[in-house]
């Protein structure tokens, strides 16, 4: 391939976007480009630039890495992406996702059409007397047709920078979620598919059909479908009501607290935000220096509000009487059903036996805090609440000399995404590879696009990776679904595809996108839930990947950080963005025993706040209000006793969207505590155990029962000895 003068071709490009919005005849067009070529190699200038081929493909030429030895992966995530010029002069786009109708916004009302239309092919199929295909088939195509839309509006609604997008996909996603409970309403198809479960299908079916069969008919059970007419009206009119004082809960969960400023003490009135006469507590401030700025915010931002009492009261209340409704003794027997836990008996079981075994090495961790606030504060030496964050991040730095400046140039965002394609390569035999995307396939210039490709099976799936801040951009990191994997028709399979939203710093100049060992780590945690996604072969879309039971669905992702926080992993990628140096192996062991440092407390606090879950979530009525019953529970759980005038509950948004399910971490790491000891920590890039942990666990999704998962991965069954077991075995390492 010719090259041309990087110089020449900058002055091309400048003219380019000045004639991008004038319509030019395809003849004159070719004209023009043959004229390029011939001033771009007739020029006397020394610099080599990438060919006119790779311009023309949207993208102006990126900075130079410092590094001469980037892989392609390590400099496309390096590079500064500039502005992508418009060659198609006049050419429709691709449209977002490669999803044509998606060049403009108003596809959204298309797709929506085209989603209403084949969803009632479907149903009259499934009805039809001379069916011919499974019952289960049929139902999971009609819920790939939602999905592969309503997921997609979901993330754009959200994700999307041009405001017209968002409000398309916005009102498209309420109107399919409007057709999905018109659909959990539909009693014919109901009992059709209840029928098939308890009598046979047209055709024969296994075991898969059979679970992915009784979890259709458990989603319509959960919407009281199986209820008389009065008593699922009442059904309906109770979810409404949670679902309102949810989102009321949630709103206050983040809301800021005014307070007069004057009745601070003087010297803590410059430390918050002030607006008027008020000062405005944002948050606790945790990683305040002050002990008084620390206190202050921590007891007003946690006062009681009797309006956040009322809601979080109606919230359990309300669950309470559904669960009720369907037939369940409490809100959690109806959440735990089908997780890996199953009854709220063995969450609690588990959560106590933890709780037991962490006392001796919480306080061990509080020891190790309270020597440093007794150096710093002297006459003030007891740990409270609003202590602990700046403690044990003292702590570590004082132990382990851990600064994050220092770290962050050899955790260039192109040197982890290295990192973690050697670790897949040698895990899976799976590599990421980027694509450059189409006019239009995407949102922002700055998003880019993985393929997951195998050695001989070909393409697993696809990422798109929107990775740095902008403006409006939700500062959450989250993996969002687009397409789920499913086995097709013709028997080809449905490729998975997926968004991973990160908020890491935009590359500046030369510069590249530089991460703390913090955000390093959240990348690896969110790469493990793209990865369950990618390497699921499941029957059908409704089981794939991520599509589980919670409590199981976040193992792949704390394994993860398993393999971060190796010493061997991390030394086999981090180097300097400049000089391609490795990092120290000093700095390696310090970070790795940083991450280690003070687990015990850190986990009992999980405890603590997945205990209240329980207990909220428990049998009704409640024997005292939410506040006496935190406080009970902290002061029995938690090293720490609890604030007098304080509300923690009010602010912990978890209750709403992890309702009687906030155990799943603490449950999930203990099952990816246990893989990590048998089959990986002797050798982290084992192919054998990387090959059994995809066929075993990976690959069925959600389409087998999670105990029957991990004790095929395992060899052993799971029981609360065995979780808690690999859980201190991992504090004690």
Known sequence: MTEYCRACLHLISRKISGIQNRKISTRNLQTWKSAVLRKATRCKHKTVATPLEQLAS????????????????????????????????????TGL???????????????????????????????????????VQILDQLSDSICRVADMSDFVRVGHPDH????????????????VEKLNTNVKLYKSLKNVLEHGDVVDTDAVDQIVGELLVFD????????????????????????????FFMQGAQKHVPFVKDRLPSHLQH???????NALITGMHSDHPDNAVREAAYRIYLRPDSHQLDLLQGVLDGRNSLAKLVGF?????????????????????????????LRSRVKTDFEEMQRIKLKEQPSDFELKPWDIPYYSALAKQAKWHIDNSQYAPYFSVGVCMEGLNNLFSQLFNVTLQHEETSPGEVWSDDVLKLAVVHQSEGVFGYIYCDFFERGEKPNQDCHFTIQGGRQKEDDTYQLPIVVLMLNFPAPQGRTPSLLTP?????????????????????????????????????VPSMLMEYFISDPRVLSSFARHYKTGEPLPKVMVHSLCNAWKMLEASMMQLQVFYAIVDQV?????????????????????YYALPHVPGTAWQLRFGHLVTYGAKYYSYLMSRAVAAGIWHKCFKSDPFSRTMGERYRREMLAHGGGKPPGELVQAMLGESLTTDKLVQSLMEDLDS
């Open 518 to 554: 913090g955000m390093m780590e959240n990348l690896f945690h969110e790469f493990g839930h793209a990865m369950h996604s990618m390497l699921g072969r499941t029957k059908y879309q409704h089981v794939t990947g991520t599509r589980c039971p919670t409590d199981f669905a976040e």
């Open 97 to 135: 996702f490669g999803i044509p109708q998606l060049h403009h916004h108003t596809g959204f009302h298309l797709l929506r059409e085209d989603v209403e239309n084949e969803v009632d092919d479907l149903v009259a199929e499934a009805m039809s007397p001379g069916r011919s295909r499974k019952m």
């Open 329 to 357: 003794e409490t809100y959690a027997h109806r959440e735990l059903k089908r997780t890996m836990a199953q009854t709220p008996e063995t969450v609690m079981d588990f959560l106590e036996t933890l709780a037991d075994q």
């Open 220 to 247: 319509f059970e959960q919407s009281g479908i199986h209820l008389d007419e009065q008593t699922r009206e009442q059904f309906v009119c109770l979810n409404d009501s949670i679902l309102a004082s949810g989102s």
């Open 58 to 93: 949207g993208w102006l030429p990126r900075q130079q890495r410092s590094v001469s030895t980037w892989s392609p992966l390590a400099a496309a995530f390096n590079a500064k992406p500039l502005r992508k010029l418009d060659f198609s002069f006049g050419t429709q786009d």
């Open 271 to 277: 430390c918050f935000s002030v607006a008027g006469s």
């Open 164 to 179: 017209s997008y968002t409000e398309a996909a916005k009102e498209t996603f309420l109107k399919l979620s409007e057709l």
């Open 616 to 636: 909220y979530h428990g049998k009704h009525p409640l024997p005292k209000s939410t506040t006496d019953i935190m406080a009970d529970i902290q002061n029995k």
